[in-house]
């Protein structure tokens, strides 16, 4: 049931999706990888849209260079915890939403845990082994598993159902070059939007996911393209082994 309250805060996205999709998103429970530039877009805006639950996962510590993009942390925040910085705004934001934080970093050793009962995750991490990692996770549950990626003005996205789509390791098989790579903050929050748009379509059942498309996003001639999915039947994440 909504409160008095979640009618009037949530009134303008009732009118298009209804109570009932209002309901939907309280109950949804979010895993978001990641407190930096994708992970604050992807957290302000879940949390203003009223998900039930949003669990993030970080083990960094703010820094100067990280403000041209992470809008969750000011400069009154460095040196502490992302998590406890990202906590901190998002609580204001929307009490109404359980926010749970934990400072860990995410191996193969402790994602299953991390992750728990949570119904789909999120990727707002900075490389790819991580990202390996919560594929397998969201494989072995069969919750969809949202990526995204940006390269200066450059960016990505799409949608990984499992047992339908092409998964992370099928689209990358082998792991990309381990670089830092040069970061616009407006490509995070396009990116970082796209994502919490996925995460918010699929709670709601409604429109079309970037299921097997790979969303291609160049802020420079500010173009949207996109890359046709398939799985690969010899994935070593997703597939079924050698075929004939």
């Known amino acids: 049931m909504l409160t008095r309250d979640e009618l009037t805060r949530y009134k303008r996205q009732i009118t298009i999706f209804g109570e009932e999709g209002q309901a939907k998103l309280k109950e949804a429970k979010v895993f978001l990888a990641g407190a930096g530039g994708l992970g604050s877009s992807i957290a302000i805006y879940l ?3 009223g998900i039930g639950k949003l669990r993030v996962v970080d083990n960094d510590i703010v820094a100067l260079s990280n403000l041209n993009r992470q809008i969750l942390h000011w400069e009154s925040d460095i040196g502490r915890k992302k998590l406890v910085s990202a906590a901190e705004k ?13 400072s860990e ?9 991390l992750v728990a009962d949570f119904d789909m995750i999120v990727d707002a991490m900075d490389n790819f082994p991580a990202r390996y990692v919560l594929n397998k996770s969201a494989l072995n549950k069969k919750i969809p598993f949202f990526h995204g990626a940006v390269h200066g003005f450059y960016g990505q996205a799409t949608t990984i159902i499992p047992g339908r789509t092409a998964c ?3 689209i990358f098989p082998e792991v990309p070059p381990s670089t830092a790579p ?3 903050g407006v490509t995070t929050g396009v990116i970082g939007c796209i994502q919490a748009t996925e995460v918010l379509k699929y709670s709601l059942g409604m429109g079309r996911l970037l299921e097997n498309r790979l969303l291609m996003w160049d802020g420079l001639s500010c173009q949207m393209g996109e890359v046709p999915l398939e799985r690969n039947p010899r994935c070593e994440d997703c597939g079924e082994g050698e075929v004939s």
């Open 90 to 102: 998002l609580t204001k934001m929307n009490a109404g939403v359980e926010v749970e934080v934990i």
């Open 47 to 49: 949390t203003v849209a």
């Open 105 to 113: 970093t995410i191996n193969k050793d402790n994602v299953d845990e």
């Open 168 to 170: 992370l390791r099928c």
């Open 182 to 184: 040069p970061v616009v």
